[in-house]
């Protein structure tokens, strides 16, 4: 777990939550979005929360701290979830107010989920799995593992229509320009004629 890129997380949201698994026998760090569990870390408080996240001073009284002496009740943060479902990569990004969205294909549909919260991971060996899980209320969240362990927690966005707006008006002028290049290409540069294909 790269702490450095959570401290990252937490900054651009604004928020630090130390939650206690007193199930796992571990803590969880959250940005409010996102779970990193602190295997390895000496037991963490607020004042320590911040010191291991090397939060320099002046910024630390812009980020919300709190600690939850329990985890969230409707998520799971065992390794093994009876509702667990392998999510398929999706290799496109998109840009959109500002930020980068990362789309997953859930059961419930198309979601997203911010791609620098797979980065405190970077030091594993191996590439994440994404797998989504049910919430006892019916949400989907995402489970992000590597073989059997579950390695980060991550609740997903769902973007509507402005987006979609966004999509397709830039789906119809990227038609338009391939089609346009294309018929450039059929014109011999020194005639102007069209060229025929055989």
């Not at 002496?69 to 979830?81: R, V």
């Not at 899980?133 to 489970?143: F, V």
Request: net charge negative; hydrophobic share 35%.
């Amino acid at each position: 777990m790269v702490i450095k890129q959570i401290s990252k997380l937490v900054l651009k949201r604004g928020t630090a939550v130390i939650y206690d698994d007193l199930q796992r026998q571990t803590q969880w760090i959250s940005n409010g979005r996102a779970f990193y569990p602190t295997y390895g870390l000496p037991t963490l408080d607020v004042d320590s929360l911040l010191y291991v996240l090397d939060i320099p001073e002046k910024k630390q009284e812009k980020v919300w701290t709190d600690h939850q002496y329990a985890m969230p009740g409707s998520l799971n943060f065992s390794d093994y979830d009876d509702t667990e479902r392998e999510l398929p990569r999706v290799q496109t990004t998109v840009g959109f107010e500002g930020d980068v969205w990362m789309p997953v294909r859930t059961s419930l549909g198309l979601m997203f989920i911010d791609p620098a919260y797979l980065k405190p991971l970077k030091d594993l060996d191996t590439e994440p799995e994404l797998k989504e899980r049910q919430a006892a209320n019916g949400e989907i969240y995402i489970a992000v593992k590597r073989g059997l362990e579950l390695k980060a927690v991550i609740l997903p966005i769902y973007q509507g229509e402005q987006l979609l707006e966004e999509l397709e008006t830039l789906t119809k002028e990227l038609s338009a320009s391939i089609s346009r290049r294309k018929m450039m290409e059929q014109v011999d540069p020194e005639t102007g004629e069209v060229v025929e294909e055989d």
